[in-house]
């Protein structure tokens, strides 16, 4: 007798398992109603879920990307007869990598795909954050929704509630331009940390929703400026939040 069981669950394991793929892929992303950027890049690797990408820009946990690829059919849910594979694709993590060994690039990101049009709460405000939500997805895609304390999210736990540490930390701070190069940096302290986010000292001028290298010895996060305060004394900080890791406290 066969086990029809059994025989779903290996078609299925099948289709998630990752297939090394290095196919050109254009990324387009809208960070707000008035800013955009595309790049051309490679899939590292893809299943007709989710693929894994690297960029030479930095990018937010959360944040929905439009991937256009030439992808093998066989891997496409959708759109089998057009030449290009036009996917939206949420990105649920995220790791550095060195330039030098990898063409330049900044960041590798793992992807789910989430369907052929973005949620309708993308066209008002792109800026958006999403999370995977609870409801079950269509033709295997990940449902989203926005960002909030009920969705279900690997950035479970709230981070606001981690426990700060006013202790100084010395710290490179690396501000990252428009196209991921590197900006001047600077050597600073922490005014507080968690394994979560820090508030620095600085002397830079890098405003809210712009990309930082923070670094130490051993130790490299990307972060995002949440916000830029100068407190009476003149003295300016750089509130961050960590992305794509922890900071070893």
Known sequence: MVD???NQKEKSRRLRERIA?????????RES???????VSRLVDITPFGARVRLKRPIEIGRLLLLVSAMPRQLRCFDHVEDQ?????????LKLVDPESHKGALVEIGLAFVGKRPPQSYTNDPGA?????????????????????????????DKRDAT??????????????DEGEILPSETTVTENISEHGAAVFTTLDVPRG?????????TQLLA??????????????????FVGGDWPL
């Open 85 to 93: 594979y036009r996917v939206w694709s949420l990105v649920r993590n």
């Open 33 to 39: 109603k008035d800013r955009e950027w595309n790049e």
């Open 129 to 157: 954050r999403y999370a995977i939500a609870k409801s079950i997805g269509k033709a295997g895609f990940w449902p989203v929704q926005e960002d909030s304390d009920e969705v279900v999210t690997e950035l479970s736990g």
């Open 21 to 29: 793929l290095s196919l050109p892929v254009r990324v387009y992303c």
């Open 224 to 241: 995002i400026v949440r916000h830029r305060s100068v407190a009476p004394n003149g003295i300016a900080r750089l509130h961050l939040e």
């Open 4 to 6: 029809r069981s059994a």
């Open 164 to 177: 700060r540490h006013h202790i100084p930390v010395e710290v490179e701070i690396e501000p990252i331009g």
């Open 210 to 218: 712009r990309f930082v290298k923070v670094s130490k010895p051993n």
